[in-house]
């Protein structure tokens, strides 16, 4: 089943941000969240622990793609034609309103569990090497503050790409996205950094690089306020940019030549 960039995607998202809504709405679970550590760009299906609330990974299923392959198979078998000429049809969409809630939303459905073990298994990473980053960063920090970590569906993660705030006592922040990376070179007193998921340019203080394959536990913080150039899975840097090398992978002496705080 073959789907185009330009296959009403936009309405797809529309259609199941509603459906969720409808779904969860009347069972009190359906708003925004507004706290120091979590922000959330708009109201979606929210959990409750306690007092504690969080954001759900069901708010995700406007834009996954293994999701939606799941629900069109599905419709498939039931001898629907939900993609056609390579757009999805959104009034065959529409006249499975009642199934898709029922079946993939619902969390009595049949396939629901189903639809967060797709979620949970592409956030699962990236989650863990923001944790791992976390605990790097705290470990490595040389002045007191407080630690934020910004929840799924953060406007500021959203918006901003950032992923940790520190709050210093003087009540300055510095913001850090996270990337993980497989591989790292120099030349001529540039640094790439390889194996980048989804690298692109953020408007944070600062990148921090975490570690896989042959690099796992190894990390790299490099100022994002000087010029790094993100190219197609990598980002290069002149190297005095970076800050930190935990596996000593640049092996360069004069990159710590100068005091560093954190």
């Known amino acids: 089943m073959r789907i185009y960039k330009d296959s009403n995607r936009r309405a797809f998202a529309r259609f199941m941000i509603d459906l969720l809504q409808s779904v969860y709405e009347p069972l009190n679970r ?32 406007d834009a996954h793609i293994f999701v939606l392959a799941l629900m069109l198979n599905e419709l498939e078998k039931e001898g629907l034609e939900p993609v056609k000429g390579g757009k999805l049809d959104m009034d065959v969409l529409l006249d499975s309103s009642e199934t898709i809630k029922n079946d993939f939303l619902n969390e009595n459905g ?42 799924p569906g953060d406007e500021r993660d959203v918006f901003g790409g ?8 003087d009540g300055s922040e510095m ?67 970076l800050k930190r090398d935990s596996g000593n992978i640049v092996e360069s002496f004069n990159i710590f030549r100068e005091i560093f705080i954190l």
Do not use: H
């Open 162 to 169: 950032i992923d940790l705030i520190k709050i210093n006592d």
């Open 30 to 61: 359906w708003t925004k969240i507004e706290t120091e550590a979590c922000k959330t760009y708009r109201a979606g299906v929210v959990d409750y622990d306690g007092d504690e609330i969080s954001w759900s990974p069901l708010n995700k299923v």
């Open 110 to 151: 049949k396939f629901y569990s189903e639809v967060l073990k797709l979620i949970e298994r592409s956030s699962g990473p990236g989650d863990k090497n923001e944790e791992d980053a976390l605990e790097y960063l705290k470990n490595i920090e040389t002045r007191p503050g407080k630690w934020l970590k910004m929840c």
């Open 175 to 241: 913001t850090f996205q996270v990337k993980p990376f497989t591989q790292v070179t120099k030349d001529n007193g540039y640094v790439t950094v390889n194996g980048i998921g989804n690298s692109k340019d953020y408007k944070v203080d600062f990148l921090v690089l975490v570690g896989q394959g042959q690099n796992r536990g190894n990390f790299l913080l490099i100022d994002n306020k000087g010029p790094v150039k993100s190219g197609y899975g990598t980002y290069s840097f002149p190297e005095r940019l």
